[in-house]
């Protein structure tokens, strides 16, 4: 299984600041030591035509250039660097490169990065410069019906704890992009935007409460699609619902998100959808809870791939293994 990484772009980010820049790569190391079975690959920078595919010209430029506002760098949290708009550019590649993986025919494919949600197609906010959710689906759909000439419909399955209101607003008058947002009711941000299905979450939600939320979300989903089903699914599998979170707010613990992730995997993988994973947020107090619970994400991507691989006929004397030819 593919995974694309873009931790070697680093932010250089001031003393004390509450990004966790550093799981990144902690989960990218974690992955080569104990996930037998995922080939990383560096991720490459979308371009600016890509970025354009839903982001205003003039932010594309303002970001790549050096030009953003300090009220703009301020609603994103991080300062503007060289490193800030390559680090951007690779998370959105990264993205597209999973999506491009899971179409081709590999069915599931991740990037260990991702999940910018809250970037707008004019501005960026919560620590996301450029929405790789929204660019992806874009581009997957302008090379889809170039080579099918056929509509690639796109279902977001959002489950990072906060709503993706950038993906909302990008996409609120596309009915060729679903998006469904699980969060919590009181997080971040403020101010939501509308999502095609928004599930909101009371603080101190549990596993049981959460995960008979995400079924009753998850059979609106496939009921909108019923005459026309989903080409793609695009996953954001936020670590940050998780109990011990710094900013989550709700108390899934580690093995109810392991489910999470084995319940949206395997209603896609029934249904023959390829899907595309990125991580999200996740602010753990141990920053080692929270690249725990992202590498149970990439275990159960692993073993949702290995399912969707063609099975192999078995030995019997009409099919032999070998041929003496």
């Not at 494919?109 to 501005?123: Q, S, W, Y």
């Not at 410069?129 to 796109?154: G, I, K, P, Y």
């Not at 979450?201 to 019923?226: F, I, M, S």
Request: hydrophobic share 40%.
């Amino acid at each position: 299984m593919l995974a694309h990484y873009s931790d070697t772009f680093v932010l250089p980010l001031p003393a004390g600041h509450a990004f966790p820049m550093s799981k990144y790569r902690r989960l990218r190391e974690r992955v080569a030591a104990e996930v037998a079975g995922v080939r990383l690959v560096e991720a490459p920078s979308a371009s600016e035509g890509e970025l354009a595919l839903a982001h205003e010209p003039d932010w594309i430029g303002a970001v790549v250039e050096g030009t953003v506002p300090p009220v703009r760098q301020r609603e994103i949290g991080f300062p503007w660097s060289p490193a800030m708009a390559e680090r951007a550019r690779r998370s959105v590649g990264a993205t597209i490169a999973a999506a491009r993986a899971a179409l081709a025919g590999e069915g599931v494919a991740m990037n260990l990065a991702g999940g910018t949600h809250h970037a707008f197609a004019d501005r960026g906010a919560g620590y996301c410069v450029f929405n790789d959710l929204a660019v992806t689906a874009r581009l997957m759909q302008a090379e889809h019906h170039r080579s099918h000439r056929r509509l690639l419909r796109v279902a977001l399955v959002d489950l990072d704890v906060h709503q993706g209101d950038g993906s909302a607003a990008i996409f609120r008058d596309d009915p060729t992009v679903f998006t469904l947002s699980l969060h919590g009711a009181k997080n971040f941000p403020a101010r939501k935007q509308a999502s095609d299905l928004d599930v909101e979450l009371p603080d101190g939600c549990t596993d049981a409460p959460y995960l008979e939320a995400l079924d009753v979300a998850l059979a609106a989903l496939w009921r909108h699609h019923a005459e026309a089903p989903p080409g793609l699914v695009l996953y954001l599998a936020g670590a940050d619902p998780h109990e011990g979170d710094r900013l989550g707010r709700l108390k899934l613990t580690t093995a109810g998100l392991a489910e999470r992730d084995r319940r949206v995997l395997d209603a896609c993988r029934e249904r023959d959808i390829p899907v595309a994973i990125a991580m999200g947020g996740g602010y753990g107090r141990d920053l080692e809870v929270t690249v725990e619970v992202q590498l149970n994400t990439v275990r159960a991507a692993l073993a949702d791939w290995r399912e969707r691989r063609p099975r192999q006929p078995r030995a019997t004397p009409e099919t032999p293994l070998y041929s003496s030819r």
